[in-house]
């Protein structure tokens, strides 16, 4: 007792000491009444930041902050016309993990590091790189010395969530078992996952309920399909970096790459063969019509993203299999995991983001300001709260952030154990070039129009063309 | 002429037609006022009172940035058809009174510009309103002065061929006479001709803020923050909103609430200023 | 008659505007079309290109599917709204009662935005909260799912401007019935002619005129449809809706590939225009006559 009560009071001294009080007001100091404006995805970790990080740093240094959460597509859309443009609207933006590499190939961004270097007095004296994840590697430039181009904000991992009433059901367990010979239990194989998800639906046909076998983020019109299918389906059959080979920047088998491979065949017709046993709503599905499907409970298993899993485990409000959420790692090919976990592979996507400070910003210092004063440890406990994103080793440990872990089956241990098996986006400036020509081989294939084997084909033979136009590869 | 019977089957029918009309409308009312829970199930067109909710309009009115969007649209709408209006009846009337060489190719010149697929003008116009168009600071791009500029490319060949059409109507007499008295033009227009266009150039002013209103394309490439418009924030708001219908069913239903005022205005006016003079031939 | 300097000065601002928001982008998408330029190539800088992106689109397949697609329906929609629209007019044109509230209610779609037009279709659509999707498999068995079937997102997507456009033509054609003289009407009726050879032989030539300019510009309209489809549809299923306006969207903003996105906007405008200059030849070729 007596122990908490003096933590108690340390936090509440570490917070209320003169010392650091003094250095945001006196950082600050030259910056009173600035507005900065930042922009990002509406997501429960950014509408964090606007309702309760910002109004406090604001309280903190008299900086006003205006952040703007919208759309993925119109986050984009409007930063990088900012930045294009160089209008100077924003003074901060997202930048999502696959989007660094065509923000620094047009030299969009600040550099931090340099930036803090130069003016020692704007840097909080507590601040320090080393105290977040490996996830903040993505946002330095090899190019530049390792120099830091985004302040992490967010990172989660893409998890397999399978429903744990249903799959505790004793009832339900003894009638697959006999359908199937084996136990029911969360997928490791793919014809797991297949078997599982043909159970599910049938038993919601059967009893009369809104509920099916998986959830399939097939979106036919959406580059979500897209996503789904390279960063998290064909990896965990052993197809890595979209199946394009990085010294040849080509695509097909025949020229070196691995997109139109056997196993990238494979992948695509499991993972459409899932189609037949996901809602209705499936192909009109990106991320979060997902993440919706799960939560109402129309859906027996699936791959999610970690943003979204603690809101679905904990938050009754808009969830409605609040307690029964179970979190596991997807099921992987043979050899995929030891590859992933020799680094020389991985099983998913590691998803998240960084604010940056984009060149035509005209307040750069105060957005410096912001950006240390939302990474200070004591912060991110209620952070990841809202929105299951970690980002510094020291929250792991956090008491509050252990409690929420325990409510959501060990979301956050998974994340800290296994994160290191995920891998973000491949560094591609050309990332958006080649998903706009390769993604609508994806959607024909969905709608039928091709099978996976031609649908790889053509997107392989696509891919390779666009990097010959961008001149990755000579005429 | 109408015979009773037919009279009543004809009542008949529009009453029909009126309900295919107003359906897609009627239900998206439905969604805005329903609670979350009640929007799943099997789809009922009445409207139940005891669970009705305004919680989807409070909160869209609420938000400060569809305040700002709904701000921008009503300026840039009402500028835009004012300017629109101004110009286009001196260039009907200029086209209409006056002996030009190729008078034809302008007319057809003029009208191309709003035969122009939208799609192939965004990008040369994102460049030169982000690029070209500036000064020091200050660009076209993400302003309204930029909108209401643009619009004249849509709106303008529009109001120029509906006011031909009317000025056209006015008898060249009238002004002939005024100028014998020694009028100037700017005298003729405004006391001859403004007078006597005056129903139609209100249904083409009426008209265009409609579509500058409406206008969704462009607006959503050429502003990013400032300048957006309500169409573009009707876009945002569905993409942000994702899966919660209810309020996307409140922006939209706001969206086109002044629309509908607008057509009770003009709604006498409306079929004689869509002749386009075509009608005399 | 008067002077040509005035008129010039009355046109001048027009022209002016005209130049500066329609020449000046037209010019600038001109030369962009010759060069290879895409912000996020290995060299970012446009570079010489001569013809080539013009070559390029006479053999890419996305493009020349997204014109066939916006032609589809374009004549699936101008056909269906003028016949459709024709019989609407000449039913307003009886005597019933509230014919006012008929024919506002009737205008309404007309003044609605297109992107809320979208979105109000989709809220009809999508499934497990729309109605169609619902009855549709109640009463006919049918599995509505516009981001399945390609031929239901079409019809969809037709369907749901026909809704939009055609009290537009009714109203066209409306304000043309109304001006119709009358007498040669009721002298055939007067010499025992059946009511449809009144249509074919009086009405139908005298309403030539309003047909036509109807025709023209709706047909104007729907070769530039983007909103309303991409609200509903994002072009999906696959590329089934992707219209031309939205696919030179996509070429351009996503995917950031100017030189060739210009190419596909000019030769989109260029066949646009002569579709519009042929009807417009035909439209005045008949006032000529005429007067």
């Known amino acids: ?475 | ?281 | 008659m008067r002077s040509s300097t005035t008129g010039w000065l009355l046109l001048a601002p027009t022209i002016a505007v005209l130049v500066l928001t329609g020449v000046l982008p037209f010019l600038y998408v001109l030369a962009i079309s010759f060069f290879d330029w895409n912000l996020f190539a290995v060299n970012p800088e446009p570079r010489w290109a001569a013809a080539n992106n013009f070559r390029r689109l006479v053999h890419d397949a996305e493009f020349l599917k997204s014109i066939w697609l916006t032609l589809l329906f374009t004549l699936w929609v101008v056909a269906s709204q003028v016949i459709l629209g024709f019989a609407l007019a000449r039913l307003m044109m009886r005597d019933f009662p509230f014919k006012k509230v008929f024919r506002a209610v009737h205008t309404l779609p007309l003044m609605i935005a297109p992107i809320a037009v979208g979105a109000t279709w989709r809220l009809m659509t999508v499934p497990g909260l729309g109605p169609i999707p619902y009855y549709l498999k109640d009463w006919f068995g049918i599995d509505y799912r516009l981001s399945m079937f390609p031929d239901q997102a079409f019809a969809s997507v037709v369907v749901m401007d026909i809704w939009h456009w055609t009290p537009f033509v009714t109203l066209t054609i409306l304000a043309g019935l109304s001006n119709l003289p009358q007498e040669p009407v009721e002298q055939a009726r007067i010499d025992g002619a059946q009511e449809w050879q009144i249509f074919r032989d009086i009405v139908l030539p005298a309403m030539k005129p309003v047909l036509l300019t109807t025709i023209f510009i709706r047909i104007m309209d729907a070769l530039r449809v983007v909103d309303e489809v991409w609200m509903l549809t994002q072009g999906g299923p696959g590329a089934e809706t992707r219209f031309i306006g939205l696919h030179i969207w996509k070429i351009v903003f996503p995917k950031t590939d100017y030189g060739y996105g210009s190419a596909m906007s000019l030769l989109t405008l260029y066949m646009t225009i002569v579709i519009c200059w042929l009807l417009y030849a035909a439209m005045t070729a008949r006032k000529d006559r005429a007067s």
């Open chain 2, 1 to 281: 002429m109408t015979r009773p019977g037919q009279r009543w089957t004809t009542f008949a029918i529009w009453i029909l037609l009126s309900l295919l009309t107003l359906l897609p409308i009627w239900w998206m009312f439905l969604v805005s006022v329903k609670q979350r829970a009640d929007l799943f199930g099997k789809p009922s067109f009445l409207l139940d009172v005891s669970s009705m909710t305004w919680d989807n309009y409070a909160s869209v009115i609420t938000n400060p940035s569809f305040q700002k969007y709904m701000l921008n649209s009503l300026i840039v709408s009402t500028a835009n058809a004012a300017l629109v209006c101004a110009l286009g009846l001196l260039a009907a009337y200029a086209m209409s009174r006056y002996r030009m060489k190729g008078k034809d190719n302008i007319f057809f010149w003029v009208l191309t510009n709003r035969m122009a697929p939208p799609a192939a003008f965004l990008l040369p116009l994102y460049l030169l309103y982000t690029g070209v168009f500036q000064a020091g600071e200050w660009s076209l791009f993400d302003t309204r002065i930029g909108l209401i500029l643009l619009y004249c490319v849509l709106n303008l060949p529009f109001a120029f061929w509906l006011l031909q059409g009317i000025i056209d109507g006015i008898p060249a007499e009238l002004d002939e006479a005024a100028y014998v008295d020694g009028a100037s033009t700017w005298q003729v227009l405004r006391t001859i001709i403004i007078p006597l266009a005056g129903p139609g150039i209100a249904v083409t002013g009426i008209l265009t803020w409609v579509f500058a209103w409406n206008e969704y394309l462009f607006a959503s490439t050429l502003t990013s923050v400032n300048a957006r418009t309500i169409t573009t924030g009707l876009a945002e708001f569905v993409t942000v909103t994702g899966t919660n219908w209810g309020q996307m069913a409140a922006v939209a239903m706001l969206t086109l609430l002044p629309a509908a005022l607008v057509l009770a205005l003009v709604q006498k006016h409306i079929v004689a200023g869509l002749t386009f003079g075509a009608v005399k031939g």
């Open chain 1, 1 to 475: 007792m007596f122990m908490r009560h003096l933590a108690t009071s340390l936090v509440a001294l570490a917070i209320a000491s003169p010392a650091m009080a003094d250095f945001w007001s006196d950082a600050a100091a030259p910056y009173q009444g600035v507005t900065i404006r930042g922009v990002s995805e509406s997501t429960p970790p950014s509408n964090y930041v606007r309702d309760v990080l910002a109004p406090q740093f604001t309280e903190a240094t008299g900086i006003q902050v205006e952040f703007e959460t919208t759309s993925w597509d119109q986050m984009y859309d409007k930063a990088i016309k900012d930045m294009e443009a160089g209008s100077g609207i924003y003074d901060f933006v997202y930048i999502e993990q696959d989007a660094i590499y065509s923000y620094l190939s047009r030299d969009f961004l600040v550099d931090m590091t340099q930036m803090m270097a130069d003016n020692p007095a704007l840097v909080n004296p507590a601040f320090d790189w080393a105290n977040f994840t490996t996830f903040i590697d993505y946002f330095k430039d090899p190019n530049k010395n390792d120099h830091v181009f985004g302040v992490p904000m967010e990172a989660f991992i893409k998890v397999y969530l399978y429903r744990k009433d249903l799959f505790e059901n004793p009832e339900i367990q003894a009638s697959f078992q006999e359908k199937y010979g084996y136990d029911l239990a969360p997928a490791t194989t793919f014809q797991q996952w297949r078997d599982i998800a043909e159970f599910f639906t049938a038993y919601g046909q059967e009893t009369g309920q809104e509920l099916y076998g998986t959830t399939v983020q097939a979106a036919s019109g959406h580059p979500a399909s897209f996503y789904e299918f390279w960063e998290s389906v064909a990896p965990l059959y052993g197809v890595y970096d979209w199946g394009i080979n990085q010294e040849t920047w080509t695509a097909s088998v025949a020229n070196g790459g691995r997109m139109n491979s056997p196993e990238a065949v494979e992948a695509l017709t499991f993972w459409l063969g899932l189609l037949q046993y996901a809602p209705p709503e499936a192909t009109a599905s990106t991320w979060d019509e997902v993440a919706s499907s799960f939560a109402a409970g129309r859906a027996a298993q699936g791959l999610v993203y970690g943003e979204n899993a603690t809101w679905i485990a904990t938050n009754a409000e808009k969830s409605s299999v609040v307690g029964n959420v179970g979190v596991a790692l997807p099921p992987t090919a043979e050899g995929v995991m030891e590859a992933a976990q020799s680094g020389e592979g991985y099983i998913g996507y590691y998803d998240g983001g960084a604010f940056g400070i984009p060149h035509s910003s005209a307040n750069k210092e105060a957005a410096l300001l912001f950006m240390q004063y939302i990474a200070q440890p004591e912060l991110q406990a209620g952070w990841a709260e809202a929105g299951g994103r970690i980002v510094l080793n020291s929250t792991y440990e956090d008491p509050k952030v252990q409690e929420i872990d325990a409510k959501t089956d060990s979301y956050f241990t998974l994340m800290k154990d296994s994160g290191a098996l995920f891998a973000g986006a491949p560094p591609y400036p050309f990332h958006n070039q080649v998903r706009e020509v390769s993604a609508p081989f994806i959607y024909e294939a969905i709608i039928g129009n091709l099978t996976p084997q031609e649908a790889l084909d053509q997107m392989a033979a696509a891919t390779e063309a666009e990097l010959k136009n961008l001149g990755y590869t000579a005429n």
